[in-house]
């Protein structure tokens, strides 16, 4: 694939805790310059940046994050919050404890109460895949392919580690057709971009492809 149409996928995120606005404000730049999926950011940042890019640019932010073990009703606030801040697309992340627990409907709710104050807005489902065993993703994959929510994603970037492309076949073999799917973490070239688009990643969640093609990395 040309590396121009693989940024196409590319929600070009920045969630460090150091990140600043001129920080933010350079990969809103970059995603407007190389027509980039969406800037995945911080939730403090998204009322600045949906001003900055002018609908040239998707803002997408998270929810619930890195641990996923807010309650619920914190989640839809914050997701309540970003969206009228201008949040275009919401990543949150799923209770662990509560899918290690076996309470799976607790899980489904949640999405969908998220999805619901989402406002008609894309919504990814991070499961932190690094912490799961495979028949806790396949449990995911069900769980989100029955939920109102666009995605699944493999990782937020701050555990043990990010997607793999054994991840990403297991999703696709799971997941209900319709459904999209969302690799984050580690994706550290063109080519390994590639491998997770073949194999059904339509979406990729990393900070260094646009500095590969800046040639700053």
């Known amino acids: ?26 990969i809103c730049d970059d995603a407007i310059e190389y027509n980039i999926a969406s800037v995945c950011i911080p939730p403090s940042f ?3 940046a949906k001003e900055y890019v002018k609908n040239k640019a998707k803002i997408c932010t ?74 806790e993703k396949i ?16 990782s937020t970037g701050f555990s043990t580690n990010g997607a793999t492309i054994e991840d990403i076949k297991l999703f696709k073999k799971y997941m209900k057709e319709g459904k999209e799917i969302k690799a984050a973490g580690g994706i550290s070239s063109f080519e390994d971009a590639e491998s997770f688009i073949e194999n059904g990643a339509t979406r990729l969640g990393t900070s260094r492809l646009v500095k590969l093609i800046k040639g700053k990395d």
């Open 139 to 154: 449990k995911m994959c069900e769980i989100v392919s029955n939920s109102n929510a666009e995605y699944i994603k493999t």
């Open 62 to 135: 998270v929810i619930g994050f890195p641990n996923g073990y807010n309650t619920t009703k914190v989640k839809v606030l914050e997701t309540k919050d970003a969206i009228n801040n201008g949040a275009d697309e919401i990543d949150m992340v799923i209770n662990i404890g509560d899918l290690k627990s076996k309470k799976y409907n607790d899980i489904l709710n949640e999405i969908n109460e998220i999805k619901e104050a989402c406002n008609g807005k894309i919504l990814k489902v991070i499961i932190e895949t690094c912490l799961l065993k495979d028949e």
């Open 1 to 26: 694939m040309d590396k121009k149409e693989i940024l196409k996928y590319v929600d070009h995120t920045l969630l460090k805790q150091t990140a600043t606005w001129e920080d933010i404000r350079v």
């Open 46 to 48: 998204v009322k600045q």
